[in-house]
């Protein structure tokens, strides 16, 4: 069995940014971000701080084009379908394709556009704050991966040698595609209302009100996924709690960060998901809808 050695990661934010730095570290030149044009020019000439210190990474287009062994794919979604164009001149027969976006359709995508191994993972627990171009966290978080189907052995045991070589932060899912939906729950909930609220990890842990409302949001979820056969018990959710109130209590979400930078919000991954899933089933649900709602005025009173 081949080594890993060649890395690509596509999407420079706080997930990628964090992550990318991180195997960077191990493998140096090996790896590179897979960047358009316009965004290789403006890195190139502008400096990145991780931490406060000053980064340099080697940065790639399509043109560039050359054989790698494992891509990982951090953008936001309304970017997904171009960052699947780009990295198609970079593939060999077994280069495994990792998708890091939220949300739980990006992994069937990258599986009907390409024949290569794609291996299920989530990005989590990391309170990766990105502004400008300057990357701060406290905690690293990690990428849980898991073998959905029989024929990944190989593919899966090369990407955990690789991991365990540079001392990557991963965990081993006994059941990957229930710990996505686990993870949307999440989402759908602290996502969602501290970009609503425009508030830190600390503050919904804190504020009783929006505690409340972190919690009642998950239980809706969970409620949701039950009619669906997907059962998520309150042990999760408890876990998930706990999670949030280790990270940087200052730090905020990727949802509530696009707001500040005025990008569009990845609302439709979230509660529009999950909305037209509990229609389908008849299921009320107050606090996604109220969230959905706010997301969309608020995008559409500060025009963007």
Not at 157 to 179: E, G, M, Q, T, W
Not at 195 to 215: I, M, N, R
Not at 258 to 287: H, N, Q, W, Y
């Amino acid at each position: 069995m081949s080594e890993i050695e060649k890395v690509l990661v596509v999407g420079r934010g706080a997930v990628g940014g964090l992550f990318g730095s991180l195997i960077e570290e191990k493998v140096g030149n090996d790896f590179a971000f897979l960047v358009d044009e316009k965004r290789k020019q403006r890195y190139e000439a502008s400096e990145y701080r991780i931490n406060g210190v000053s980064r340099i990474f080697s940065y790639v287009t399509n043109r560039d084009a050359y054989p790698v062994d494992l891509v990982l794919i951090t953008t936001k979604m309304k970017d997904f379908d171009a960052a699947l164009t780009m990295i198609e001149p970079f593939l060999k027969e077994d280069t495994i394709l990792i998708s890091g976006l939220n949300g739980i359709v990006s992994d069937d995508l990258l599986m009907e556009r390409y024949p290569q191994p794609v291996i299920r993972a989530i990005s989590q627990k990391m309170d990766a704050k990105y502004e400008g171009d300057s990357l701060s966290y406290t905690k690293t978080g990690e990428l849980v991966i898991g073998m959905e189907k029989s024929g990944q052995e190989e593919s899966f045991a090369k990407l955990c040698a690789f991991f365990d070589r540079i001392d990557f932060p991963y965990v081993v899912s006994n059941d990957i595609i229930h710990d996505q939906y686990s993870k949307l729950m999440l989402n759908c909930a602290i996502n969602q209302i501290c970009a609503v609220y425009q508030c830190t990890y600390g503050k919904v842990c804190s504020h009783p009100l929006l505690y409340d409302l972190f919690y009642k949001t998950m239980k809706e979820v969970q409620h949701v996924f039950a009619a669906y056969e997907v059962a998520i018990d309150d042990q999760e959710i408890n876990a998930w709690i706990e999670a949030i109130q280790n990270l940087d209590p200052n730090s905020m979400p990727s949802m509530a960060q696009d707001r500040l930078a005025r990008r569009k919000s990845e609302v439709m991954l979230f509660s529009g998901t999950l909305i037209p899933m509990a229609e389908k089933k008849g299921i009320e649900t107050p606090c996604l809808s109220m969230l959905y709602e706010k997301i969309l005025q608020y995008e559409k009173e500060e025009r963007y």
